[in-house]
Structure formats: structure tokens, C-alpha cells
């Protein structure tokens, strides 16, 4: 079976841009993470998603992120405009509804200069 | 504010000995708690879940919780270099899906 999936698997863009990072969940997994990983400050939950619906924003650093799931398969994250404090590693997970084994994708290294 | 605690480390184990990883968190509610490997440049990979007190074995790794003293912990015997990694520790709190994470603690297997 194929495991999350995103795209880009790198980003470098110039500050001001907009950058927007996918996501494809685990087939028949029903809730979907965004996650953020920087040296100083680890793996922080940005948002999640159960069913498509948004449940838990609050991790969302600034009003620039915004995030949506139009359907069962697909997922985006959109940071505009970008600034060079936004460079960390975005990865995407997903999970059966209230079975708590959440599966990571490959991430996305976004640079902004 | 939740809080997942762990040392950083390095920690240096000899190989076939037993590495032992540490964790606390600060929310008494927490109901659920992984473990997660990352090698350098990849994503997270669960390797252990516990919901309740005690041990939970699975092959080399057994997974440690204390509820009363808010504490997990990871023990992987016959440790082998390709155990080399960072190991997170992640908690799930009371009436939330989304996991707090650790910042992890690097652990080093020496041949």
C-alpha cells in the first residue's frame, strides 16, 4: 500500500511568495495532520483534520497559513506571504479516526530566502 | 501549555547492549503515548504505542508507562547500529487527535 504522500519533496522560493505544500493520505484514513519540524523548536502540530472538516487550528503560527481538504484524498497548505522564518520541514500524517497511529509522509523542506 | 520532556543526549550505547530512552509530560490527562524513530533526513516512524500502566513488548523494544509519575520509556535490547536514530516521544492529551512531541533524544549504537 502507498504510505502519505507529498509534494513538493523540496521548496526554495523568495520571501513574499506564496508557497502551497500537498498531501495525499493513507487510503481509508480519515484524519489528517500538518506537522512542522525546525531544530529549535521540534515537531510542532500545526492543524488536523477529521473526516475533512478542520478541528484544531490553533497550532497555525500566523493568519499567512491557511489550510484546506476538499476531499478525502487531498490536502494543502498554503503559507502567503512566505518569510525566511517559515524555512522547517512540513510533513503531512494520517490516521484512522480515533485509532491514534498517526503515519508520517516523506516531508517537505521549504527554504525561503 | 502541554509538555513532552526528553534529554536530548547524545546517548552512547555499546552495540548489543540495552538502550534506555526517557520521557515525561506535564498533562494528567494524557491518554495515549508512541514512540517514534527518525533517521537523519527522513520522516518519523512508529515503531511502539502504549495505553496503559506497565510493559508492552514488541520483538527488541518494550515500551515502559507510569501514569501516577507521568512517565514513558523505551528500552531496545541487542542494540545494533542501524538503532542509531532519534527517538521521539509523543503523547496524546484528553479530547485531542493532534500528538505533542518530544524534541527527541539522539541515540548512538557504537560497533
Known amino acids: 500500500d502507498a504510505g502519505v504522500i507529498q509534494s513538493p519533496r523540496h521548496e526554495v522560493t523568495e520571501m513574499g511568495q506564496e508557497v502551497t505544500l500537498r498531501c495525499k493520505p493513507i487510503s481509508g484514513h480519515n484524519s489528517l495532520f500538518w506537522y512542522r519540524q525546525t531544530m529549535m523548536r521540534g515537531l510542532e502540530l500545526l492543524i488536523y483534520?477529521?473526516?475533512?472538516?478542520?478541528?484544531?487550528d490553533s497550532g497555525m503560527p500566523e493568519d499567512r497559513f491557511s489550510a484546506k481538504m476538499p476531499n478525502a484524498s487531498f490536502s494543502t497548505l498554503k503559507i502567503q506571504p512566505s518569510e525566511p522564518r517559515d524555512s522547517a520541514v512540513y510533513f503531512c500524517?494520517?490516521?484512522?479516526?480515533?485509532?491514534?497511529?498517526?503515519?508520517f509522509g516523506p516531508g517537505t523542506r521549504l527554504t525561503v530566502t | 501549555q502541554k509538555e513532552v520532556e526528553q534529554n536530548s543526549g547524545p546517548l552512547s550505547v555499546p552495540e548489543g547492549a540495552i538502550a534506555s530512552l526517557n520521557c515525561t509530560y506535564s498533562?494528567?490527562?494524557?491518554?495515549?503515548f508512541f514512540w517514534y524513530r527518525q533517521y537523519s533526513g527522513k520522516s518519523p516512524e512508529l515503531i511502539m504505542s502504549i495505553y496503559s500502566n506497565g510493559d508492552k513488548e514488541d520483538g527488541r523494544f518494550t515500551a515502559q508507562l507510569n501514569k501516577a509519575s507521568q512517565y514513558v520509556s523505551l528500552l531496545i535490547r541487542d542494540s545494533q547500529p542501524s538503532d542509531s536514530a532519534t527517538y521521539l516521544c509523543a503523547v496524546l492529551g484528553g479530547g485531542a487527535d493532534g500528538l505533542t512531541f518530544g524534541k527527541g533524544t539522539h541515540l548512538i549504537i557504537q560497533p
Open positions: 500524517a494520517s490516521s484512522f479516526l480515533g485509532s491514534y497511529e498517526q503515519y
Open positions: 498533562d494528567r490527562v494524557s491518554q495515549s
Open positions: 483534520f477529521n473526516n475533512n472538516v478542520p478541528i484544531d
